[in-house]
């Protein structure tokens, strides 16, 4: 199993950027698909979520109305939008995948990407 993440940078403050997760390996279509960062210093935390099941996202309250999480089942990639970046949002993002029930309320990686790096300055 493989998940590539690309598409970070550095990138000024109240910019964007795209963020894309490339799998291989696994059957992406029934995996829950996630979005987790790394500040300098700082615990891994949860960023987003999709579930496979019914599209239903779930987001950071620190990224909510800023980020937004989607898939694309036929090229078994995961994307994270970035708007309105801040220099808090600098941080390694990883993905992840998580094969869940249906409607799997909780996300558990099961695999992670290796992170790529976003730089927002200020």
């Known amino acids: 199993v493989q998940l590539e993440a690309s598409g970070g940078g550095l990138v000024q403050a109240g910019g964007s950027l795209r963020l894309s997760c490339a799998t291989s390996?696994?059957?992406?279509?029934?995996?829950?698909m996630g979005w987790f960062r790394q500040a300098p210093g700082k615990d891994r935390e949860f960023v987003a979520s999709?579930?496979?099941?019914?599209?239903?996202?779930g987001y950071a309250d620190s990224v909510k109305g800023r980020f937004t999480i989607s898939r694309d089942n036929a090229k078994n990639t995961v994307y994270l939008q970035m708007n309105s970046l801040k220099p808090e949002d600098t941080a390694v993002y990883y993905c992840?995948?998580?094969?869940?029930?249906?409607?799997?309320?909780?996300?558990?990686?099961?695999?992670w990407g290796q992170g790529t790096l976003v730089t927002v300055s200020s």
């Open positions: 999709i579930r496979w099941s019914d599209g239903r996202t």
């Open positions: 992840a995948a998580d094969k869940a029930p249906a409607f799997a309320s909780s996300f558990t990686p099961d695999y």
């Open positions: 390996g696994l059957t992406f279509s029934i995996y829950n």
